[in-house]
């Protein structure tokens, strides 16, 4: 997958979509989630992923970032404006699919439901069935516009959920667990729609999962998230993997081609470094095993 070269770091001004800076919430029964250690940053066309345990306010972050809570510490900015005060000035630039689908679903057929907010906004009946069935098309589930949501399967609810996030061709997509009950085509085909919404229309997309193999496929840069919510490591997929460890003392299970070659690694030295790919790794272990063979 090509990868962006920007330095998500470092871009600010215009190019900066979501900040997030020092967040604290305290829930009704005491727990704390403080957003902390690191700023949370996503620019313009990036793919960011959020990892964590259970626990670690992973969705905490999304509900701030889509104005669901308001900051009780701290600063959180969305295309330059506070979210929980001012959503209706952004809310047409963001999509969003949350973990439960089932709560996104509401119309009595899927084409309706994905035409919801193009009818809300203003769109004639024709142009808001036109945009539906473009959103369906892109998600090759055209053929289930008639049906109803709650009779589909978990899959299917989650791509229809995810053609009504896009029907408005948002400019920030955010995404909580997007490849739960995903069959390995239809995650293969998600990834590879991220990927050209992101290179082809500069959409930015925040994506929390479980799903680490998904990271290297997915992301340009990625959080790790440790319980409490403090903001415990940040990097490229390549920079996250080559310590697996320090993966491992967050509660995240490294990928296991990071943890096979973190071990490689710790027998010998010359071992190459991580690879994120079977084909890198392939590639990378040939290389070395041709470096380790006495020459003839």
Known sequence: MNRHTHDHGRLAGADEVIRISCVRHTYEDGTSVHLCGLDFLAHI??????LGPNGSGKTTMLYHILGLMRPQEGVVTVFGVSPSEEWTRIRQRIGVVLQNVDEQLLAPTVIDDVAFSPRQYGMSEADALAAAHRALDLLGIDHLADRVPHNLSGGEKRKVALAGALVMEPDL??????????????????????DRLAME?????????????????FADYAY???????????G????LFANADALTEGNVNPPILAELFARLRERDSTAPRPALSVAEAVDALAGWKGCQEPQA
């Open 45 to 50: 066309g990036a793919r960011v992923a959020v």
């Open 173 to 194: 997509l955010v995404l909580d667990e997007p490849f739960e009950g995903l069959d390995p085509e239809s995650r293969a085909g998600l990834l590879g729609l991220m």
């Open 201 to 217: 229309r500069g959409v930015t997309i925040v994506m929390s999962t479980h799903d680490i193999d998904s990271v290297p496929e």
């Open 224 to 234: 790790v998230l440790a319980p409490g919510g403090r903001i415990a490591l940040a």
């Open 236 to 239: 490229t997929p390549e920079e």
